[in-house]
């Protein structure tokens, strides 16, 4: 079965500091998408960035970018230059065509100290 | 403007009770979903649907059913809801399941 492990269940960074959130996850599948979702305080869940297992090359969307290493499954995201609207709840999600599921980790709250 | 409709948003309710909580999506989406979120759990899959009339277990499905009669609704009904199914429950929709997925707003279910 396909499993999702986020083990920092809290992080902090300082404004402007870069921080790294860790998410590993186990399948069998060769084809599957990787995701990062983020929760503010208004509970609104938002897409960050998603990853194709495909493509060796790391996705990037501004500020975020992932560090995906397919061969150790693993799957976490860099927040450059952290913001204070960058405090919320970070999920990691896995998908596969073969099953179609949809699989959150526990998620890591991020605080942002100014 | 593209959203993912929920209702209520807030609805406690007693043992047993049937309830329904409403799914609408206006993006023509062919995947819809229904998670629960718990703290320490994060979101768990209750019942996912490929297509009209096609719905499949997620990982959660034990005392929740969901229909899929029309494109773009799709309820999650509790028959005999019980306390332990208190939680921040989300319906979410995306072209297909590899695609990013739009997510409601949240329903937030007591029971009592």
């Known amino acids: 079965a396909q499993t999702v492990t986020q083990s920092q269940p809290e992080m902090s960074v300082q404004e402007a500091e870069t921080v790294t959130l860790s998410c590993t996850y186990d399948t069998s599948e060769s084809d599957y998408y990787l995701f990062w979702y983020k929760q503010p305080p208004s509970r609104q869940m938002i897409l960050v960035i998603r990853?194709?297992?495909?493509?060796?090359q790391n996705a990037t969307e501004n500020r975020f970018s992932v560090n995906f290493q397919k061969a150790a499954k693993s799957f976490s995201l860099k927040i450059s230059d952290s913001q204070l609207g960058d405090a919320a709840m970070y999920f990691c999600a896995y998908s596969t065509s073969g099953t179609y599921k949809y699989i959150f980790g526990t998620g890591t709250r991020l605080k942002v100290l100014a | 403007e593209a959203q993912v409709t929920q209702n209520p948003r807030y609805l406690i309710t007693v043992t047993g009770k049937k309830l329904t909580v409403t799914c609408s999506q206006n993006?023509?989406?062919?995947?819809m979903s229904w998670y629960r979120q718990d703290p320490g759990l994060g979101l768990r899959q209750i019942y996912y649907?490929?297509?009209?009339?096609?719905?499949d277990k997620g990982d959660v499905p034990e005392g929740y059913k969901v229909s899929r009669k029309e494109k773009r609704n799709f309820p999650l009904i509790l028959e005999s809801p019980s306390p332990n199914q208190t939680s921040l429950y989300f319906c979410?929709?995306?072209?297909?399941?590899?695609?990013?997925?739009?997510f409601g707003p949240g329903t937030r279910l007591t029971v009592l």
């Open positions: 990853q194709e297992a495909y493509k060796q």
């Open positions: 979410a929709s995306s072209l297909w399941p590899d695609n990013e997925q739009f």
């Open positions: 993006m023509n989406h062919e995947y």
């Open positions: 649907s490929m297509n009209v009339e096609v719905t």
